[in-house]
């Protein structure tokens, strides 16, 4: 069992520190966010709920900064009664919040977290006839997952038993023993996909069913609107999201996240950090609204706005279904948020630090920076990776706590006047930069196919940033030019009302004249 456990896939076993790690982030994600409300309003917020809960002996009476709360909260989900009100869609009402937690946890699964690992296994090949078997035995003992580097070095202790003798041989003592090394590589993900981006635009687009069949299940009108809302939402902001995404995508010529990320671990002039973040800011910056607006963030929720909507599509929920739909907006910002850190700031590349450690910086080739043969690069690298996030998820609650909430009519109308064309405007000069510059960043194929990208030059990113700052120009004098819309707080006449005239005026001129 042991043997078996540690030959596992490396997968297997990012498998599972991703998902605890990332469970456990959510739960500490509603005590952030319950901090970060406490900071921008100018109070303490929870630190009375320490580890010990209160009844543990000699840690009951520690407070610990608050640090027991989101387990006490997760309790009481838990424990409350699980309410379903009469005339709801039984099969439905449960289904919807599993759809939306499954739909945001798959998504995690082609992060990059910490570039490609390579690693050596010697191999017992000694049970096989020809040196094909031999190499083809050696082939199967690489890990599911990992990619083989080259053919397996094979090697032989007491005599090559293929080669031909001319004189009698000498009965060995023992037989010879043959031996494979192989090496490969595997990435620091669950998933490698080459489709890494397409997947989790896909798969994140799911999410929205969720809130729809939930609205729709719960019989109950305020939750159908939020439905309906999330869904206009969706459809809106899906648009400059994925405009955005391939504006990146057509500057790397591909749709792997890793890679992606790989192509930003260099330096521009010698110390900038070439990440997308410098090259395309005005991308980013409509990358991050969208992802506020999927995650239904505020000032981006309106699905389930509390002042109009009750709660929205989850105001039937209670206990332990209420809480998926919870857990899966956290689980949501941090998978929107990793994909933010990997698209614009250069994933676990963590810049200058890495000149103290050459493994941070890759040590197998030059052309490759996200290639190392140190596990502990990786475990490091993910960490940064990590932190990049936090950041990341910080501005979302510092946003929510910061600006207040959209009108829905200007909801739709920030997408379709504004985030749509300027997003339609930045595709356009994304392009013809990268056609321009192809001369200093050439893509060619190999004769095997393997597409071969060069990182982005110092020159390319300087004619992207200016063709974000002139598109952001245009914008900005396009509008001068958009003939007015009507004022939507305009006051309308209401015949018969009684408060068509304001008795106002007369109170004050009776109040004059006496």
Same mark, same amino acid.
């Given at each position: 069992?042991?043997?078996?456990?540690?030959?596992?896939?490396?997968?297997?076993?990012?498998?599972?520190?991703? &998902?605890?790690?990332?469970?456990?982030?959510?739960?500490?994600?509603?005590?952030?966010?319950?901090?970060?409300?406490?900071?921008?309003?100018?109070?303490?917020?929870?630190?009375?709920?320490?580890?010990?809960?209160?009844?543990?002996?000699?840690?009951?009476?520690?407070?610990?900064?608050?640090?027991?709360?989101?387990?006490?909260?997760?309790?009481?989900?838990?424990?409350?009664?699980?309410?379903?009100?009469?005339?709801?869609?039984?099969?439905?009402?449960?289904?919807?919040?599993?759809?939306?937690?499954?739909?945001?946890?798959?998504?995690?699964?082609?992060?990059?977290?910490?570039?490609?690992?390579?690693?050596?296994?010697?191999?017992?090949?000694?049970?096989?006839?020809?040196?094909?078997?031999?190499?083809?035995?050696?082939?199967?003992?690489?890990?599911?997952? $990992?990619?083989?580097?080259?053919?397996?070095?094979?090697?032989?202790?007491?005599?090559?038993?293929?080669?031909?003798?001319?004189?009698? =041989?000498?009965?060995?003592?023992?037989?010879?023993?043959?031996? @494979?090394?192989?090496?490969?590589?595997? @990435?620091?993900?669950?998933?490698?996909?080459?489709?890494?981006?397409?997947?989790?635009? $896909?798969?994140?687009?799911? @999410?929205?069913?969720?809130?729809?069949?939930?609205?729709?299940?719960?019989?109950?009108?305020?939750?159908?609107?939020?439905? !309906?809302? %999330?869904?206009?939402?969706?459809?809106?902001?899906?648009?400059?999201?994925?405009?955005?995404?391939? %504006?990146?995508?057509?500057?790397?010529?591909?749709?792997?996240?890793?890679?992606?990320?790989?192509?930003?671990?260099?330096?521009?002039?010698?110390?900038?950090?070439?990440?997308?973040?410098? $090259?395309?800011?005005?991308?980013?910056?409509?990358?991050?609204?969208?992802? &506020?607006?999927? %995650?239904?963030?505020?000032?981006?929720?309106?699905?389930?706005?509390?002042?109009?909507?009750?709660?929205?599509? &989850?105001?039937?929920?209670?206990?332990?279904?209420?809480?998926? /739909?919870?857990?899966?907006?956290?689980?949501?910002?941090?998978?929107?948020?990793?994909?933010?850190?990997? !698209?614009?700031?250069?994933?676990?590349?963590?810049?200058?630090?890495?000149?103290?450690?050459?493994?941070?910086?890759?040590?197998?080739?030059?052309?490759? =920076?996200?290639?190392?043969?140190?596990? !502990?690069?990786?475990?490091?690298?993910?960490?940064?990776?990590?932190?990049?996030?936090?950041?990341?998820?910080?501005?979302?609650?510092?946003?929510?706590?910061?600006?207040?909430? /959209?009108?829905?009519?200007?909801?739709?109308?920030?997408?379709?006047?504004?985030?749509?064309?300027?997003?339609?405007?930045?595709?356009?000069?994304?392009?013809?930069?990268?056609?321009?510059?192809?001369? $200093?960043?050439?893509?060619?194929?190999?004769?095997?196919? @393997?597409?071969?990208?060069?990182?982005?030059?110092?020159?390319?990113?300087?004619?992207?940033?200016?063709?974000?700052?002139?598109? !952001?120009?245009?914008?900005?004098?396009?509008?001068?030019?958009?003939?007015?819309?009507?004022?939507?707080?305009?006051?309308?006449?209401?015949?018969?009302?009684?408060?068509?005239?304001?008795?106002?005026? %007369?109170?004050?001129?009776?109040?004059?004249?006496?």
């Amino acid at each position: 069992m042991i043997d078996w456990i540690m030959n596992l896939p490396a997968w297997v076993w990012l498998t599972f520190i991703v &998902h605890g790690v990332t469970m456990g982030t959510i739960a500490y994600l509603i005590l952030l966010e319950r901090k970060t409300a406490s900071w921008v309003q100018d109070r303490i917020g929870p630190n009375r709920v320490g580890l010990g809960f209160g009844i543990i002996p000699f840690v009951k009476n520690w407070k610990m900064w608050g640090l027991g709360q989101p387990m006490a909260d997760g309790l009481k989900f838990l424990v409350k009664e699980d309410y379903r009100p009469a005339g709801v869609d039984r099969i439905l009402f449960t289904i919807a919040p599993m759809i939306m937690i499954i739909a945001v946890i798959v998504s995690i699964a082609v992060i990059p977290w910490g570039g490609t690992h390579q690693a050596v296994k010697v191999v017992d090949v000694s049970g096989a006839v020809d040196p094909a078997a031999v190499a083809a035995a050696a082939a199967d003992a690489v890990p599911l997952g $990992a990619r083989m580097v080259g053919q397996p070095v094979i090697q032989t202790a007491g005599g090559d038993p293929y080669a031909t003798p001319t004189t009698p =041989p000498t009965p060995p003592t023992a037989p010879p023993t043959t031996t @494979a090394t192989v090496t490969y590589r595997y @990435a620091f993900q669950i998933a490698d996909l080459d489709i890494g981006v397409l997947f989790i635009l $896909a798969i994140l687009s799911l @999410a929205v069913y969720g809130v729809v069949v939930g609205g729709w299940a719960s019989n109950n009108k305020y939750s159908f609107l939020g439905g !309906l809302r %999330a869904t206009a939402q969706m459809v809106s902001y899906e648009i400059p999201l994925g405009l955005s995404v391939l %504006a990146i995508v057509v500057m790397f010529g591909t749709l792997d996240l890793g890679l992606i990320v790989e192509k930003q671990a260099h330096y521009w002039a010698g110390f900038i950090p070439a990440w997308n973040i410098f $090259a395309q800011p005005l991308t980013f910056l409509m990358f991050l609204v969208c992802i &506020h607006a999927e %995650a239904n963030r505020a000032p981006f929720d309106l699905a389930e706005a509390e002042q109009e909507l009750v709660g929205g599509y &989850h105001t039937e929920y209670s206990s332990m279904r209420f809480a998926l /739909f919870f857990l899966a907006e956290y689980a949501g910002m941090i998978t929107t948020s990793a994909v933010c850190v990997a !698209l614009f700031f250069g994933g676990w590349h963590l810049p200058w630090i890495e000149w103290l450690w050459a493994p941070l910086a890759g040590n197998v080739s030059d052309a490759q =920076p996200g290639l190392t043969t140190s596990l !502990l690069a990786c475990a490091i690298r993910s960490m940064v990776f990590f932190a990049k996030t936090l950041a990341i998820i910080f501005v979302f609650m510092w946003v929510r706590w910061t600006l207040p909430r /959209f009108r829905f009519d200007q909801l739709m109308l920030l997408a379709w006047r504004g985030m749509i064309p300027i997003s339609l405007g930045l595709m356009l000069v994304t392009t013809v930069g990268v056609y321009w510059m192809a001369g $200093a960043n050439p893509r060619f194929v190999d004769v095997g196919g @393997a597409v071969n990208i060069t990182m982005i030059s110092g020159p390319m990113a300087a004619v992207l940033l200016a063709g974000n700052a002139v598109t !952001l120009l245009g914008a900005m004098l396009i509008s001068r030019m958009l003939p007015a819309m009507a004022p939507m707080n305009r006051r309308l006449r209401i015949p018969g009302s009684r408060f068509t005239h304001t008795p106002l005026p %007369a109170i004050g001129a009776a109040a004059s004249n006496a």
